[in-house]
């Protein structure tokens, strides 16, 4: 086997354990968390605000915000590194096998899920600038960067690797 062909089959292995690792382990951890971390840390806001709200685990998947009166959802969020990371993820191991930028990818979505749930308890809690706050940061947030950031690592890489092959001169 040739090298190039030897590198696109590592790529190839390294793409398909990902998708494997992430539907048979990724998935149900991330319904687990949905379900028995962000809806109880969500339903433990205790003012009186809260109390005009229902918070829902299920489906396992996200996380349901409903008035106690109504059952359109005021909002919703399901736990973050979802097919965003998925998609961000295939191409920069596709890319760069050896690089972690992935896990970084993945990271940064946690990072920003922490402050949407945040925001989600402020809006349930105290204020409903929390909710606008939430659908700001998942809409235009979450979801530009989450498919930004890929190209932004791609771009950081092609700089660097110019940057190495350039000779340098010296006056």
Known sequence: MGSAARTVFLRLLLVGLFIGGYVTVWRPVRDWTSAHVMAPLLAEVDTPRARQYVVSGAPARAVEIRPATGSTPVAGMAAPTGVLFVIGSVFLLALYPTRLYWVYLGLYQWLLGGLMLGALAIGIGWADWGFTVFDLLETDIYRGTSLGLPLLF???E??????????????
């Open 154 to 156: 791609a771009w950081l």
């Open 158 to 171: 092609s700089r660097s690797e110019n940057t190495e092959s350039e000779p340098t001169t010296s006056s």
